[in-house]
């Protein structure tokens, strides 16, 4: 055939012509190659831009990070990974197992299981997240851990978090089932889990009911503070273990505690090539435990307090009851057998910090301040927060005595030998209405008030030695010995014009005594017409009337001072720029709340009357618990022990937030204990304008 080719001019011309094109083919496909540019390139973009590649992972994005990979290209895993993630993994792990893979793959590992439990929503592979993400966190050798400022530490603490979190959650993930058990793994393994019962116990309570919380938004709070760390956050619920200590009737059922679940493994690089991988897994509850030591190093725990915060909050009936509260007598007493609520067990040492509502108004409105206080660390281990629940519409003086009563029972039951003295430092900040009865904790009446309303002593009037009894209570008390700080917040000292308006006489109108309180009135006005100081047609005894300009209940209150030995403070907000003189606060004016004789005054401006959830008045109590309870510790020896650091303190590394994935951070914008705000002012002039 060459031969014949060869001899052939036809065929030897169409050879060459052949071969030509070849290499005008080859020529125009260089030159097309060199016009397009080089394979390699780069080209500016917004920074930030660059920041989101770099951070991305499968915690965050539908691809996992760079890190790993990385991983897959060096092994030529890519595109099976793609095709095929179980069976990239599986060759992932066997060169873990064959000793050829390092911390680079146990990262890997645990991100690309994390993601195709993701994709999949497969338990074990959620497990595997967890294992290898704890076993690339601390290895037995401390020369081999990973540096901190390394950024797969913080992805492969989420990693080990939310992989802990899934692998436990119940069938529909609203909650946690924290158990013993065996689990099955991928790669043919199994993980062994040890649980500690006895974790669970705290307080004499059982925590159950397990709730993740960084998966839930939160709203309505000002700020969400976490503090990152290792493990699995949740908000665990509370039963009594038994009736026996006081204490439990004043944590409401709603009430949420922060906790973490961890999942710890011994020689955690040894066992991941192991067909068994044995784990033992408890729970911490924050209020006692921050870190923890593993693998020789101080770790902090991961804890979601505001998330807890708020879930507790949404589910609770407060909300409702501020509703109504105004109108009917005695409605807090008939729906629970405590007026006193409290965020956390009664422990001993820590400083009582009582909230008073104001009208029309619950418990629920101090979440702003209660978030941020609780996680202050120079005020956590000091204090212990607690919130007096009262029917806005009674009379005044009737709360007042209600207030009274709750905090010395309260003393009395958690206390009654006197041997905490952290409880006899007590402070209350009350809130409009709330800061008159505030005021009524700290003050000897005498006289006073009953001198308001009759002009012939109690001991002379026609009345059943019941009715004069709670007279007696009402209108004439000592003050609280326990009681040492007071703080008003936008509180109508000399009444508000509000109270006095068409639509407050209107609605005062529907507000219903409590029975014992009415009973009391019907009796001291049949009995009695001669002897009483107002109008006995129309007895005029709810909260809207004593709040009027003018009334004799606040002209009497005002003129009273505090008890010898008590310290108070005012924050005082007004709509308007400073100075505040002429203004109010849409509800009271700074006239009405103004006090000459109060250790401080801090007018907010552009604040409206629900100030006790301005930030700058937020920061303003910070100030005066740390300045308390310095106080108290130099005298007592009460208050002193806020939260200790552990030696060496808590591992850096898990410290810092991977980027875009959780959005918070635990940052204490409120540690520098001497810091002082320009919106101080001094008193009042005497030529005010």
Same mark, same amino acid.
């Given at each position: 055939?060459?031969?014949?080719?060869?001899?052939?001019?036809?065929?030897?011309?169409?050879?060459r012509?052949?071969?030509?094109?070849?290499?005008?083919?080859?020529?125009v496909?260089v030159l097309?190659?060199?016009?397009?540019?080089?394979?390699?390139?780069?080209?500016?973009?917004?920074?930030?831009?660059?920041?989101?590649?770099?951070?991305?992972?499968?915690?965050?994005?539908?691809?996992?990070?760079?890190?790993?990979?990385?991983?897959?290209?060096?092994?030529?895993?890519?595109?099976l990974?793609?095709?095929?993630?179980?069976?990239?993994?599986?060759?992932?792990?066997?060169?873990?197992?064959?000793?050829?893979?390092?911390?680079?793959?146990?990262?890997?590992?645990?991100?690309?299981?994390?993601?195709?439990?993701?994709?999949?929503?497969?338990?074990?592979?959620?497990?595997?997240?967890?294992?290898?993400?704890?076993?690339?966190?601390?290895?037995?050798?401390?020369?081999?851990?990973?540096?901190?400022?390394?950024?797969?530490?913080?992805?492969a603490?989420d990693?080990?978090?939310?992989?802990?979190?899934?692998?436990?959650?119940?069938?529909?993930?609203?909650?946690?089932?924290?158990?013993?058990?065996?689990?099955?793994?991928?790669?043919?393994?199994?993980?062994?889990?040890?649980?500690?019962?006895?974790?669970?116990?705290?307080?004499?309570?059982?925590?159950?009911?397990?709730?993740?919380?960084?998966?839930?938004?939160?709203?309505?709070?000002?700020?969400?503070?976490?503090?990152?760390?290792?493990?699995?956050?949740?908000?665990?619920?509370?039963?009594?273990?038994?009736?026996?200590?006081?204490?439990?009737?004043?944590?409401?059922?709603?009430?949420?505690?922060?906790?973490?679940?961890?999942?710890?493994?011994?020689?955690?690089?040894?066992?991941?090539?192991?067909?068994?991988?044995?784990?033992?897994?408890r729970?911490?509850?924050?209020y006692?435990?921050?870190?923890?030591?593993?693998?020789?190093?101080?770790?902090?725990?991961?804890?979601?307090?505001?998330?807890?915060?708020?879930?507790?909050?949404?589910r609770?009936?407060?909300?409702?009851w501020?509703?109504?509260?105004?109108?009917?007598?005695?409605l807090?007493?008939?729906?629970?057998?405590?007026?006193?609520?409290?965020?956390?067990?009664?422990?001993?040492?820590?400083?009582?910090?009582?909230?008073?509502?104001?009208?029309?108004?619950?418990?629920?409105?101090?979440?702003?301040?209660?978030?941020?206080?609780?996680?202050?660390?120079?005020?956590?281990?000091?204090?212990?927060?607690?919130?007096?629940f009262?029917?806005?519409?009674?009379?005044?003086?009737?709360?007042?005595?209600?207030?009274?009563?709750?905090?010395?029972?309260?003393?009395?039951?958690?206390?009654?030998?006197?041997?905490?003295?952290?409880?006899?430092?007590?402070?209350?900040?009350?809130?409009?209405?709330?800061?008159?009865?505030?005021?009524?904790?700290?003050?000897?009446?005498?006289?006073?008030?009953?001198?308001?309303?009759?002009?012939?002593?109690?001991?002379?009037?026609?009345?059943?030695?019941?009715?004069?009894?709670?007279?007696?209570?009402?209108?004439?008390?000592?003050?609280?010995?326990?009681?040492?700080?007071?703080?008003?917040?936008?509180?109508?000292?000399?009444?508000?014009?509000?109270?006095d308006?068409?639509?407050?006489?209107?609605?005062?109108?529907?507000?219903?005594?409590?029975?014992?309180?009415?009973?009391?009135?019907?009796?001291?006005?049949?009995?009695?017409?001669?002897?009483?100081?107002?109008?006995?047609?129309?007895?005029?005894?709810?909260?809207?009337?004593?709040?009027?300009?003018?009334?004799?209940?606040?002209?009497?209150?005002?003129?009273?001072?505090? +008890?010898?030995? !008590?310290? *108070?403070? =005012?924050?005082?907000?007004?709509?308007?720029?400073?100075? /505040?003189? %002429?203004?109010? @606060?849409?509800?009271?004016?700074?006239?009405?709340?103004?006090?000459?004789?109060?250790?401080?005054?801090?007018?907010?401006?552009?604040?409206?009357?629900?100030?006790?959830?301005?930030?700058?008045?937020?920061?303003?109590?910070?100030?005066?618990?740390?300045?308390? +309870?310095?106080? !108290?510790? *130099?005298? =007592?020896?009460?208050?002193?022990?806020?939260?200790?650091? /552990?030696? %060496?303190?808590? @591992?850096?590394?898990?410290?810092?937030?991977?980027?875009?994935?959780?959005?918070?951070?635990?940052?204490?914008?409120?540690?520098?204990?001497?810091?002082?705000?320009?919106?101080?002012?001094?008193?009042?002039?005497?030529?005010?304008?």
């Open positions: 055939m060459y031969r014949f080719w060869q001899d052939d001019p036809v065929a030897t011309t169409r050879m012509r052949s071969r030509l094109g070849g290499w005008l083919l080859l020529l496909a097309g190659a060199t016009a397009c540019g080089p394979p390699i390139t780069v080209r500016r973009v917004p920074a930030r831009q660059v920041t989101a590649e770099l951070a991305r992972s499968a915690l965050n994005s539908d691809r996992p990070s760079l890190f790993s990979e990385n991983v897959l290209y060096r092994w030529d895993l890519g595109d990974f793609r095709r095929n993630p179980e069976a990239a993994l599986q060759a992932l792990h066997d060169r873990l197992a064959s000793e050829r893979g390092g911390a680079a793959t146990l990262f890997a590992i645990a991100e690309l299981s994390f993601k195709h439990a993701e994709d999949t929503g497969r338990r074990d592979y959620f497990l595997a997240a967890t294992v290898y993400a704890y076993a690339f966190l601390f290895p037995n050798d401390h020369a081999e851990r990973t540096r901190e400022f390394d950024p797969r530490v913080r992805i603490a990693l080990y978090n939310r992989g802990l979190t899934r692998g436990f959650a119940t069938a529909d993930g609203s909650s946690v089932d924290l158990r013993a058990g065996t689990y099955p793994l991928p790669f043919g393994q199994q993980l062994e889990v040890d649980f500690d019962q006895k974790s669970l116990e705290w307080a004499n309570r059982w925590l159950y009911d397990f709730i993740p919380v960084a998966e839930l938004e939160v709203r309505g709070l000002g700020a969400r503070f976490r503090s990152p760390g290792i493990g699995s956050p949740l908000a665990a619920s509370m039963a009594p273990l038994d009736s026996g200590p006081v204490e439990w009737g004043y944590v409401p059922p709603t009430m949420k505690v922060p906790v973490t679940a961890l999942l710890r493994i011994d020689d955690p690089r040894g066992q991941v090539a192991q067909p068994v991988v044995a784990a033992k897994l729970v911490y509850n924050r006692e435990v921050e870190d923890v030591e593993i693998a020789g190093e101080r770790v902090p725990l991961e804890v979601e307090p505001s998330a807890t915060l708020a879930y507790g909050l949404s609770s009936r407060v909300w409702g501020e509703r109504f509260g105004i109108f009917r007598g005695d807090i007493s008939s729906e629970s057998e405590q007026q006193l609520a409290f965020v956390e067990p009664y422990r001993p040492g820590r400083i009582p910090v009582v909230f008073v509502h104001g009208t029309a108004s619950s418990p629920g409105r101090w979440a702003n301040m209660l978030n941020v206080l609780s996680n202050v660390r120079q005020l956590r281990g000091r204090f212990q927060f607690w919130f007096f009262y029917d806005t519409g009674n009379a005044i003086p009737y709360s007042a005595l209600r207030l009274r009563q709750a905090l010395s029972e309260a003393v009395s039951r958690l206390d009654p030998e006197g041997r905490d003295p952290a409880l006899r430092q007590m402070v209350v900040i009350g809130h409009s209405q709330g800061g008159l009865l505030t005021k009524m904790t700290a003050i000897d009446s005498g006289d006073r008030f009953w001198n308001g309303i009759s002009s012939r002593p109690l001991d002379e009037l026609q009345v059943s030695e019941t009715t004069r009894d709670l007279l007696r209570e009402v209108f004439f008390f000592e003050p609280l010995p326990f009681v040492t700080r007071l703080v008003f917040i936008a509180t109508p000292h000399r009444g508000s014009a509000l109270a308006g068409s639509l407050a006489n209107w609605l005062a109108g529907f507000v219903r005594l409590p029975q014992t309180l009415a009973g009391a009135t019907g009796e001291l006005v049949s009995g009695n017409p001669d002897a009483l100081r107002f109008d006995p047609r129309r007895p005029t005894f709810g909260s809207v009337y004593g709040m009027r300009p003018g009334s004799v209940l606040l002209e009497s209150l005002v003129e009273t001072p505090v +008890a010898p030995g !008590v310290t *108070a403070h =005012s924050i005082i907000p007004v709509r308007g720029d400073l100075p /505040p003189y %002429g203004q109010s @606060d849409g509800v009271v004016s700074f006239e009405s709340a103004h006090l000459d004789w109060v250790a401080s005054e801090l007018v907010v401006p552009r604040t409206g009357h629900s100030a006790q959830q301005s930030p700058i008045a937020i920061e303003e109590v910070r100030r005066i618990l740390i300045e308390h +309870a310095d106080v !108290v510790c *130099a005298a =007592s020896g009460a208050g002193c022990a806020p939260q200790p650091t /552990p030696l %060496g303190g808590p @591992d850096p590394r898990f410290l810092v937030d991977a980027a875009a994935v959780e959005p918070f951070e635990e940052i204490d914008p409120y540690a520098d204990p001497d810091a002082e705000l320009e919106v101080r002012i001094p008193d009042r002039p005497a030529t005010a304008p």
